[in-house]
């Protein structure tokens, strides 16, 4: 089955420390998605690449980063977690850049939860 | 103006009964109203969307009711079961722009 694939499920670093997380997708879309999930709150979007054109929101801290060496492929960077980067990071495709009506909703994966010490 | 507000932040329903979540919004330039499920431990997953030129669409036990002058919009489920229980988002945008979710409504359904 075609899917989006967070590794891994579970990661926890210390504070400072840097960490990476992967996504991968077999869906072929073009656009990839990193979004933030706090506990009990709406999913918050982090930065998207359409392609190889990389758009950050305007909200997001300097300290994430991100990478798509292929479409397959995309990676978050947190440089130096903080405590309050403690959450749930969901990593989303799409065939269009736009979510528009019907013909290219977003597809999630199940998420890796990021835990601070 | 890119808010969507969304209530009750959780609902508790008994196995059978309609579960009733409400949105609103005030940026009358967004176009496309989807509703994402979300069980514990997983990603959200596309259940039903809407444009604003239909006041309703139903997928099953699940209908989106749309009020255009209102601007809201609100998800029913019908016959709701255990199954249901689940954090559902409502959201929208405009064809040029991102999604904005909702806070979310955390369903419980008890047999």
């Known amino acids: 089955d075609a899917m989006v694939i967070q590794n891994p499920r579970y990661q926890v670093t210390q504070f400072g420390k840097p960490v990476t997380l992967s996504c991968s997708q077999t869906?072929?879309?073009?656009?990839m998605y990193w979004y933030q999930q706090k506990s009990s709150q709406a999913p918050k979007l982090l930065f998207h690449?359409?392609?190889?054109?990389?758009?950050n929101e305007a909200d997001t801290p300097d300290n994430f980063q991100s990478r798509r060496p292929n479409t397959s492929f995309c990676f978050l960077d947190i440089r130096s977690p903080g405590l309050g980067d403690a959450a749930m990071y969901l990593c989303?495709?799409?065939?269009?850049?736009?979510?528009?009506?019907?013909?290219?909703?977003?597809?999630f994966g199940n998420g890796t939860r990021l835990t601070v010490t | 103006q890119q808010q969507v507000k969304q209530s009750p932040q959780s609902l508790i329903v008994q196995k059978g009964g309609i579960s009733i979540i409400n949105c609103a919004y005030e940026?009358?330039?967004?176009?496309?109203f989807p509703w994402y499920q979300q069980f514990p431990g997983k990603g959200p997953a596309l259940l039903i969307a809407?444009?604003?030129?239909?006041s309703e669409k139903k997928e099953g036990r699940f209908t989106i009711s749309f009020n255009k002058s209102a601007k809201q919009f609100s998800l029913h489920i019908m016959d709701s079961q255990p199954g249901d229980s689940a954090t559902y988002f409502c959201?929208?945008?405009?064809?040029?722009?991102?999604?904005?979710f909702g806070t979310g409504t955390r369903l419980q359904v008890f047999p």
């Open positions: 869906l072929n879309h073009n656009v």
């Open positions: 690449y359409y392609d190889k054109d990389f758009n």
């Open positions: 959201a929208a945008s405009m064809v040029t722009d991102k999604l904005i």
């Open positions: 989303a495709t799409s065939r269009a850049r736009l979510p528009g009506p019907a013909n290219s909703p977003l597809h």
């Open positions: 940026n009358t330039a967004f176009d496309y």
């Open positions: 809407i444009r604003p030129d239909v």
